[in-house]
């Protein structure tokens, strides 16, 4: 039997390589979080660089975190801690077997996912226009010590660009899952794919949680 | 394509809405913490209270909305292992970092802290004019301060 011809049948997809449901859950659940590993030393080297910055240079990064808006950054904090709490709704929802509850959880997680990246499009526009770029684009001559403050925006902006990326994946994500989920393939027995978008989707909220203290709350 | 066999699945666990609600109270309320404590300057405590409270937002995120609790504790101890070498990491850039000042650049051993001495050694002969808030080192062997604190 297909995957097609299987969806929309209550009960638990075995594959065929798998003995028992339990099994084939714990799978992809380990398969998941060894990603997620691997995920977090992506942006651990990032991580490095900003550490090894910011010991260098502490004056610069007072100094320049100051371009930042605590309160935009402050709103998509929000934003993203609500998005998480729509997720574990959702899949909360699925071990309910309540489709309606799935289905406007994953659409209000893709909503707050759009407002991350709206806000962060007004962010980015703004420093376009100020000349806070990194290395050799930076103009802005009202930053102090101007000859090294292209430092700050460039680990700004490949920190919350990788982010922003991960967000975007994250709606194509939980766009699929969504679709699924309209064709009836989670039950309360089977809704693996939910939770496993759903740690991927709070990995990126938690990357996000050490980001905005670290970028844009700096003493 | 693999065969797939409809079975009878694992029953749930789940757990009561008000957690996950009370969890995301605490996660505002955290939030609401670090931007009230960034108003106030600890010194070089400041990173460390901000990196605190967002590791126990994190903590949080991970144990009760990733189910990282009441889940196979094997994916714990993946997830312990990748936050052990990542802090290996950062601890030995960062030492290295911190270390350089300390190495005399004539004997290529190392300094007692108080007699640290500028060993900014330039590739390029002439990044001494692209970096003007740069000191040359050979002039100013004596340079008590170290190479990254002459911008001011």
Redesign the interface.
Known sequence: ???AK?SG?????????FER??QQ??AS??GM??F??TE??IF?GL??AY??Y????P??FKAAHKFLD?RLG?FN??VL??S??T???AI?GA??GKKQMVLWNLFLTIVCAGTFLVVKYFEYSHKFHSGLLPGYYFTNATVP?P??AHIFFGIYFLMTGLHGIHVVIGMIVLSWLMFRAYRDEF?????SPL?IG??YW?LV??IW??L???LY??? | MSHIHKVEGPAPHVLPVGVYWTVFGALLCLTALTVWVAEFDFGTMSTTVALLVATTKASLVLACFMHLWFDNKFYGVILGATFVFLSLFILFCVMDEGSRTLIDPERANFLPRDQKVLQYKTDHPDELALRPGLKDPVKDELNFEGPHSQEE
């Open positions: 039997m297909s995957i299987a049948v209550a009960g638990f997809p075995l594959h065929e390589h449901p339990e859950v714990d659940k380990l979080w060894l997620l590993a977090v030393l651990g991580f490095v550490a090894v910011h010991y260098l240079h004056e610069l605590v402050a904090t929000v801690l609500f998480s709490l997720v574990v709704l909360h071990q309910q010590s000859d090294e039950n309360p027995q089977y809704y939770e759903g740690l709070h909220d938690i949680i050490f905005f203290p670290l709350l700096i003493r």
